[in-house]
């Protein structure tokens, strides 16, 4: 075989490191696409990723920055459709959004990591959960909120169309009836939950899993008739390891109308998931 003229080994190196390099950096780009980053990450002893609940973006988590400062970290995940990614189509298949995630997560600070998620997001912090393998970024602890478990009948009704989805959205508590009736609003919203509710119908399709290898801490809301607290609790069948339920006062969206109980309980989750790891900053005081 003839080399080309000028296609030494050093022309070869080189081709490979410029290949390495743009490998990189499109896994970086990626990753912005994907994350959120609220806080200084360099004063954090764990990485809390947030996933939203169905139709929400990432910039709801934001809040939690400074009174996690110094324990957390908060990367919140967005989802196309919605926010700043509100031209991207959305995704339907919870396979493929969790492969995405899962490469964008890989370039997170080399620290642990606890995923987080309500009601949709729960169920996709599962998932990523499942297929979590990355020695670097240790997974230390699952939280979901208002969302039943893969194996528990879900209570929402089948929604075969977006208009089935809007009428059923207006039986929720947590969305004001003059958004709801707000035409405009509804057609750049409503897409973003509709594709939302096939990622959900996608995720509860595949049946029960295999149980986690690492804590899990389950939370409902005391009024919540979507994810009661007596259902939410049966995520105990998916804990390999230690499980700890809690329930706090409000409805579905109790982590935002009960939002100083939920920061004081997400707070003793971290603790719990970062105890005897000696990772703790002499930064954090609680």
């Known amino acids: 075989m003839v080399e080309a003229a000028g296609a030494g080994p050093g022309t070869a190196l080189a081709s490979a490191s410029a290949s390495s390099a743009a490998s990189s950096a499109a896994s970086t780009a990626g990753a912005a696409r994907w994350l959120r980053h609220f806080g200084a990450p360099g004063a954090a002893a764990v990485n809390l990723v947030c996933l939203p609940h169905a139709g929400a973006g990432a910039f709801q988590f934001a ?12 990367v919140a995940v967005q989802l196309p459709g919605r926010e700043d990614r509100l031209g991207e189509p959305c995704m339907t298949s919870s396979v493929d959004l969790v492969d995405e995630l899962a490469q964008a997560l890989s370039e997170l600070p080399p620290r642990p990591v606890v995923l987080y998620g309500h009601s949709m997001g729960a169920s996709l912090a599962h998932a990523l959960a499942l297929r979590w393998r990355d020695p670097n970024r240790p997974l230390r602890a699952l939280l979901v909120s208002g969302q039943l478990p893969p ?66 801490t389950a939370l409902s809301g005391t009024d919540d008739w979507l994810a009661p607290p007596d259902s939410v609790a049966c995520w105990r069948d998916c804990a390999g390891a230690t499980f700890h339920s809690a329930t706090l006062e409000g409805g579905h969206f109790f982590p935002h109308t009960n939002a100083a109980a939920m920061l004081d309980t997400l707070r003793a989750a971290l603790l719990r998931a970062l105890a005897g790891a000696d990772l703790l900053q002499t930064s954090y005081h609680p």
Do not use: S
């Open 63 to 74: 809040a939690w920055a400074k009174p996690l400062a110094g324990l957390a970290h908060i």
């Open 151 to 216: 194996h528990i009948p879900r209570r929402r009704p089948p929604l075969a169309t977006p208009e089935a989805l809007l009428g059923w959205l207006r039986e929720l508590e947590g969305m004001p009836a003059a958004v709801l009736a707000n035409e405009e609003l509804m057609a750049l919203w409503l897409p973003a939950v509709w594709a939302d509710m096939q990622l959900l119908d996608d995720y509860f399709a595949a049946g029960p899993r295999a149980k986690l290898d690492v804590p899990l």
